[in-house]
T-cell receptor
Framework: DQQVKQNSPSLSVQEGRISILNCDYTNSMFDYFLWYKKYPAEGPTFLISISSIKDKNEDGRFTVFLNKSAKHLSLHIVPSQPGDSAVYFCAASYSGSARQLTFGSGTQLTVLP | GAVVSQHPSWVICKSGTSVKIECRSLDFQATTMFWYRQFPKQSLMLMATSNEGSKATYEQGVEKDKFLINHASLTLSTLTVTSAHPEDSSFYIC????????????FGSGTQLSVL
């Protein structure tokens, strides 16, 4: 049973437009969420996170929104740049899990110049 | 950010042989490292948590005798796939945490294992 789901395996966006990557989770005990970015032949790197006590966290061009009632979070990138092309993983953890992460399957974002 | 080195990046081996994968934190000490496995188009699945100086904690369904983990120092954890079979072919990736926050979780570049 996949507790963290990224239903869109791929997304293409024009440069300068907004990219919206979505993530759904089923475990209501999750209270911390992170997004990681992965380039080919490299390991994932941390991008942005949000605690369940918040519904929005912003860092430059990246904003993460959390809708706890819908068990849904999204990552907004605006404006999108070609260098943002990568695989984006959503991950979740809860306090009782020693901060172990449960990952989604990833979304390949392609930003077209 | 901090650097985690994982090697080899890819390995091809014959069925029945053992393969060792190394994960090193190059510029920080990591008391905890994690090993994941990823099948194509699927998520990173946590296999085990490697604790320096003690036994690894394996996730349900992961055979501890098949996937041997050793975390002998604060900068090195190894995963040995023993008696590899074709179904063990997968992408294996490690991570090391600097401190306790997952924002400080740094990943290796992964190892693609192909068992013939």
């Amino acid at each position: 049973d996949q507790q963290v789901k990224q239903n869109s395996p791929s997304l293409s966006v024009q440069e300068g437009r907004i990219s919206i990557l979505n993530c759904d989770y089923t475990n209501s005990m999750f209270d911390y969420f992170l997004w990681y970015k992965k380039y080919p032949a490299e390991g994932p790197t941390f991008l942005i996170s949000i605690s369940s006590i918040k519904d929005k966290n912003e860092d430059g061009r990246f904003t993460v929104f959390l809708n706890k009632s819908a068990k849904h979070l999204s990552l907004h990138i605006v404006p999108s740049q070609p260098g943002d092309s990568a695989v984006y993983f959503c991950a979740a953890s809860y306090s009782g899990s020693a901060r172990q992460l449960t990952f989604g399957s990833g979304t390949q974002l392609t930003v077209l110049p | 950010g901090a650097v985690v080195s994982q090697h080899p990046s890819w390995v091809i081996c014959k069925s029945g042989t053992s393969v060792k994968i190394e994960c090193r934190s190059l510029d920080f000490q990591a008391t905890t490292m994690f090993w994941y496995r990823q099948f194509p188009k699927q998520s990173l699945m946590l296999m085990a948590t490697s604790n320096e100086g003690s036994k690894a904690t394996y996730e349900q369904g992961v055979e501890k005798d098949k996937f041997l983990i050793n975390h002998a120092s604060l900068t090195l954890s190894t995963l040995t796939v023993t008696s590899a079979h074709p179904e063990d072919s997968s992408f294996y990736i490690c991570s090391a945490r600097q401190g306790s926050a997952n924002e400080k979780l740094f990943f290796g570049s992964g190892t693609q294992l192909s068992v013939l």
